[in-house]
């Protein structure tokens, strides 16, 4: 454990940099001059979204999330010490609240970057190691300060190092020494923005998290800053033990390994799979012929383990289309964000990070849909749908963020939605709660 004195010195050598999303009514010109007149610095303002400025230490930017007839601003800093940053956070906070005002779709970006010189560091934090970094995380901590029910926003997934998983599980021997060297060519370290922690960006030289966000972020203050400094003190245990793992932490990981191999284990073969889950129906071209399942199950067992796995699915109809090469899920519940990729759901319900995935009849929620085809029949809430294609009717979203290619017609029931691209059928409705950005797209 770190004594106050530690602490000091690794806040001290940490750096941060924010990018706040807030909605006002005043003009961006005007906003800019309250920041940069509260927090002693320039202040760029951009007319709708602009990427070529990146700001700096001494200039700050203010731009349009959307385009430059929205009211959605987002407000970036560049880096800067401890200190300085988080009275940047606090004082850009009370402007916000001020001039503005923050719903659900809103948050806070915090990029953290540390002098591992100066604080012992093993290693750079370009060399993190990432793994270990998450187990030994008390995100169960920050998660009840952001995953509240008093917010709609999505819920941020707990234990993103549950996630990762070896790319050919029933042929790769896992052991904990395995699991603690986390080979990249045996495994895969998922990305998704569900995820508390974005670590891409470890390359140049930071870390950003996306904990801090939904209605009125900019009031909880001591939150915010907790949130960070549990980060920060996190980031800088492991970089002094990057490659050594305690006691707690060895024990995590055998529990993990074993609670892993016994669910590959269980899921080998179709016999051991309706064993250990008897509520699991497995169909070959809809048959439910046992030698027609059995020869072919090694085509399609990967794809079983990552929808009981990671999906949590207990009880499904699951069918195998050997003419299309794609798993058809009916009757199942995935509750986990999981992340998801060519899969057909029908009368499912369904939380996840889906890509190339048919959905019909389901009920969407807290979700990110993206290259999807959307049937009919389906409930869509709290989601985001990127360039997805409609080809029935019946289908409703609300409280939804869209961008679709105008050449692809949407066609929903709409409430109280955010459409930034997007033309729709004549079935369509659309009420006056949503908002429609370019509609002449």
């Not at 970057?113 to 995100?139: P, Q, R, T, W």
Request: hydrophobic fraction near 30%.
């Amino acid at each position: 454990m770190y004594t106050e004195l530690d602490k000091t010195k690794i806040y001290e050598n940490s750096s941060l940099s924010f990018s706040f999303e807030f909605k006002s009514p005043v003009r961006r010109r005007d906003i800019a001059s309250k920041l940069s007149k509260n927090l002693g610095k320039k202040v760029n303002w951009f007319k709708g979204v602009d990427e070529s400025f990146k700001p700096n230490r001494e200039i700050f930017k203010l731009s349009n999330k959307y385009n430059a007839n929205t009211k959605t601003f987002v407000f970036e800093t560049g880096f800067m010490p401890y200190h300085d940053a988080i009275h940047t956070m606090l004082k850009s906070m009370n402007i916000i609240d001020h001039f503005g005002y923050t719903d659900d779709r809103c948050e806070v970006k915090v990029n953290i970057s540390m002098n591992e010189k100066n604080i012992d560091a093993g290693v750079h934090i370009s060399k993190l190691n990432k793994f270990k970094y998450l187990i030994g995380l008390d995100e169960e901590a920050i998660l009840k300060d952001w995953n509240t029910d008093s917010t709609e926003r999505h819920k941020i997934n707990e234990n993103q190092y549950f996630y990762v998983h070896a790319k050919d599980p029933y042929n790769t021997i896992i052991s904990s020494s395995l699991v603690e060297r986390l080979d990249p060519q045996l495994f895969n370290f998922p990305h998704s923005e569900f995820f508390g922690h974005d670590f891409s960006h470890l390359g140049e030289g930071y870390l950003t998290i996306n904990y801090i966000g939904g209605k009125d972020y900019q009031k909880r203050k001591q939150e915010a800053t907790s949130t960070i400094n549990t980060i920060i003190n996190r980031l800088s245990e492991t970089l002094s033990n990057n490659y050594k793992y305690s006691v707690n932490e060895t024990r995590k990981i055998e529990k993990i390994v074993d609670e892993y191999r016994n669910t590959v284990k269980s899921t080998k073969t179709p016999m051991l799979l309706k064993s250990n889950y008897p509520n699991i129906n497995m169909y070959f071209d809809l048959k439910s012929t046992a030698y027609l399942i059995e020869s072919n199950y090694h085509n399609f067992r990967e794809k079983i383990f990552e929808l009981l796995v990671f999906g949590g699915v207990k009880e499904a109809n699951i069918n195998w289309d050997n003419e299309r090469k794609i798993i058809q899920v009916k009757d199942a519940k995935i509750n986990k964000n999981v992340i998801i990729e060519n899969f057909e759901f029908y009368n499912c319900i369904v939380e996840a990070d889906a890509k190339n995935c048919v959905f019909s009849g389901c009920t969407i929620k807290n979700s990110k849909l993206e290259n999807c085809d959307i049937i009919s029949s389906n409930y869509i809430k709290n989601s985001k749908i990127l360039e997805c294609i409609y080809h029935g009717s019946g289908n409703d979203i609300s409280n939804s963020y869209i961008d679709n290619d105008p050449k692809n017609m949407i066609d929903a029931n709409l409430k109280n939605c955010l459409v930034t691209r997007g033309n729709f059928k004549l079935s369509s409705n659309v009420d006056k709660d949503t908002i429609i950005l370019n509609k002449n797209s």
